[in-house]
């Protein structure tokens, strides 16, 4: 089963309006991360790709990120509750909610207006490069799962 498309305007609006159901009071369903650091995460997804605030895994590790980690970031399988994350992915500090948000809101929409055609082929800074459908099934899977995590 194809994962909704966010490269598409009403799949992208619909994630937004979910975010916006949001508020600093919002408690996690299930983890530890507030949600002001839960947006911060989701953002570091993005930070990967407009960025150049995290370095790029080299030898060993990437081959590793490739060979075993790939998959499961990039298919259509939900996340499993409480799973292991990267180091770039831990929030150990309290993040701003509505700074946090809106970098995420702006993230989800450049990303849309950008288009689909834009990430065929696109190098990502863990996995190499990636087809279009794999950039989405990462994009959404990961945002629904922690919008998941908070109720909405």
Avoid at 28 to 56: D, F, I, R, S
Avoid at 74 to 100: C, D, G, I, Q, W
Wanted: glycine share 6%.
């Amino acid at each position: 089963m194809a994962l909704p498309d966010i490269f598409d305007k009403n799949i992208a609006d619909g994630v937004v309006a979910r975010i916006n159901k949001l508020s600093p009071a919002s408690q996690p369903v299930w983890g530890k991360m507030t949600v002001g650091q839960m947006l911060a995460h989701c953002n570091v997804t993005y930070e990967m790709v407009y960025e150049n605030k995290h370095k790029a895994p080299k030898g060993l590790m990437k081959l590793m990120l490739k060979l075993l980690v790939k998959g499961i970031v990039v298919s259509e399988t939900p996340y499993k509750h409480n799973s292991r994350t990267a180091p770039a992915f831990l929030m150990t500090t309290e993040k701003e909610f509505n700074t946090e948000k809106n970098r995420l809101i702006g993230h989800i929409t450049k990303t849309q207006a950008m288009g689909r055609s834009a990430f065929e082929g696109k190098e990502s800074l863990s996995f190499g490069a990636l087809s279009s459908t794999e950039w989405n099934n990462m994009f959404y899977k990961h945002l629904d799962h922690h919008l998941s995590q908070f109720g909405v």
